[in-house]
C-alpha cells in the first residue's frame, strides 16, 4: 500500500541512487476507470471529484504508488479553440484543428489554467488526491511538451509539413507553448502535484528524424524543462521512445526521468542510461498485460526489475497506456511480481 518513503524513493533514483523501495508505477487510468465502474470516462473527464474518487479507489485497490493524472490530451487545448470529442468511454481526442499560419498565432489567447475549460477540475482532482495520500504516493501531473502541442494545436500533417514550409512559424508556436505550459505545470504543482509527467510522443523517432527532432522539438522542450527546474519541478519525460541515439538526446533536455516505450529493450537501455538520468519502464501493455496470462506477466515484470533494478535510478513502469480491457488479475499479478523481484 502507499508508504511515507515513495517521494524519497523516486528523488533517490533522480540523484541516480537505489531506491530502498522500488516505486511501482503503471499507466492505468483507463483500465482504473473501467475497474471502478461507476462513471464513464466521458463522465469522470470532467469532474475533478469523479476523478479523484477513481484515482484514490484504484491505488489503493492495486497498490500503485503513484497518481497519473493525465486524463487525456485535451485540456490544455479546447481553451484555444481546438475542438475534441469523447463519448462514453473514448477518451477525448483533438479532432478539429486550427488553421497553421501566423494569423492563428498571433490571435491565440494565453488561457488561465485556474479559470479556463477542464483544468481546473484538473487542479481539483490533484488537490484531492494529495489531500487523501499527503506524501505517502506520488502524483504526477502532465502536460504536453512544445513540439507535441503545436501537433495538437494544428494538427499532425500540418505540423509535419511545416518542418519543411515554414520553421520559423513552428519555432515560434513551440514558444507560445512554452509560457503556456509552464504556466499550467505551475498551476498543477500549486495543487498538490510532486511531478508532471512531459508528454511528447509526436516527437517519437518514428515521426522525426534524429536531427529533425534536435532542430524542432528538443530545444524547446529543454527549455520548458529549464524553466520548470527554476521552480524545483521534477518533469518526467515520455516520447514512448525505443532508439537509444533519441533516449540519449532525451537525457540532455534535463529531464530528471525518462519513460521509455514498450519495444525498447530494457538491457539496452539499461546499458546506456545508467548514470546519465533516471529511468523508467517499460512493460509491453498489450502485447504482455492485456494479452498475456497473469504467469508471463510475473516472469516478464520480474525480467525487468531485475534489470533496471539492478544497480540505481530506475523506477518501474509500463511502457505506454494500458488499455482499458486489461484483466484485473493480470494488472495485480504485474504489481505482485514486481513487488517480489525488488526484494529478492
Known sequence: MAYDGVVQDVRDAIALKKPKRLPIFACSEEFDVKWHGRYTYEEMCQSGEKIAQVWIAAIEAFDYDWA????DDCFEFEP?????????NILRATVGYLPATRETLRQLPMPNPRTDGRMPEKLRAIRLVREHFGDTVFIEGSCAAPYSSVALLFGLEETMLLLLTEPNLLAAACEFFVEYQFRYIEAQMEAGAHAIWLGDCNAFSGMLSLEQYRKFAFEPSKRL?????ECNVIIHLHNSEIEIPYLLAEVETG????NFGPAADVGAVSMALRGKVCFSGNLDPIEVLMRGTPEQIEQEAERIVKIGYSDSGYLFNTGEMNPRDVPEENMRAMVRAARRASVL
Open 255 to 258: 529531464a530528471d526521468i525518462i
Open 80 to 88: 484555444l479553440g481546438v475542438k475534441c470529442h469523447g463519448e462514453g
Open 68 to 71: 497519473w493524472i493525465q486524463i
Open 225 to 229: 524543462i529549464e524553466k520548470a527546474h
